[in-house]
């Protein structure tokens, strides 16, 4: 196989009803050299949509069956691009959009887009989901409260050195890479809206105004356990050169 710039890295779980946009409006780039689909066990049509498609960049994956983050965490290791962008099962990406974040990925480590939140008919719900949570830089700003959403987000491949594999317990993948970039990276937050983000009632995110389920301790710990990791991350070099010296 010749050599891959771009990867494209998605998961799958149940989602034979908006699948096939998504893929289309993916491999509509033609940028785009792999598109990896981890599936996790679909007990719907979704396998029997994905191998309807005759694209010999698409690759369909067998998941670890151990929930999203670590489905993530699987097929961001196999991916082979020198770029990797993340993505959900049921959105939309808008032209233009690998071009865009390609850009900044020329200056940065990790950029994440604008996107516009779309009900399941694509009718928009909110033009902008960084208005609505207040994204921005910051590792303690979002450590607080992440606004890296993972649907909008691309990376350079360095940055798997850091970030694999997740610390455990890691409440989402796309706050600890998001994490893991502020403290060994630069990002980049792309205003352009460049995803139709949708919401539809079973997903795996929540969105800025839905409030969280889990307890207090819950997020505390959550929180504890992502700042932790990242310190030891940041310590183990300076460990391992004290050991050399």
């Known amino acids: 196989m010749g050599e891959v710039l771009i990867s494209v890295c998605m998961t799958t779980y149940n989602g034979e009803r908006y699948v096939a946009e998504q893929v289309r409006s993916i491999l509509a780039s033609p940028l785009v050299g792999e598109l990896l689909v981890s599936d996790d066990g679909s007990t719907d049509r979704t396998l029997e949509v994905l191998s309807g498609f005759d694209d010999p960049r698409l690759r369909l994956l067998e998941g ?130 460049l995803t139709l983000y949708r919401r539809h009632g079973s997903n795996a995110s929540t969105t800025a105004e839905q409030k969280s389920r889990a307890r207090w301790f819950q997020q505390l710990r959550w929180r504890w356990r992502l700042g932790s990791s990242l310190l030891a991350l940041k310590i183990r070099p300076h460990q391992q050169q004290n050991t050399n010296s």
């Not at 097929?75 to 233009?96: C, H, K, M, N, T």
């Not at 303690?140 to 992440?146: A, E, F, K, V």
Request: include cysteine; charge should be neutral.
């Open 64 to 193: 670890p069956r151990r929930g999203l983050v670590r489905n993530f965490e699987s097929v961001l290791g196999l991916a082979r691009g020198e770029y990797i962008f993340l993505s959900d099962q049921d959105d939309v990406w808008l032209p233009g959009k690998v071009e865009t974040l390609l850009g900044y990925l020329k200056r940065a480590d990790l950029v994440v887009s604008d996107c516009a939140v779309v009900d399941s008919q694509l009718t928009t719900l909110q033009p902008s989901f960084f208005a609505a949570r207040g994204s921005g830089p910051g590792l303690w700003r979002n450590l607080l409260r992440n606004s890296y959403i993972g649907c909008c987000m691309a990376l350079r491949r360095e940055l798997l050195a850091y970030a694999l594999p997740f610390p455990a317990e890691t409440p989402m993948h796309d706050w600890w890479l998001g994490l893991v970039a502020e403290m060994f990276g630069r990002t980049a937050f792309a205003p352009e809206p």
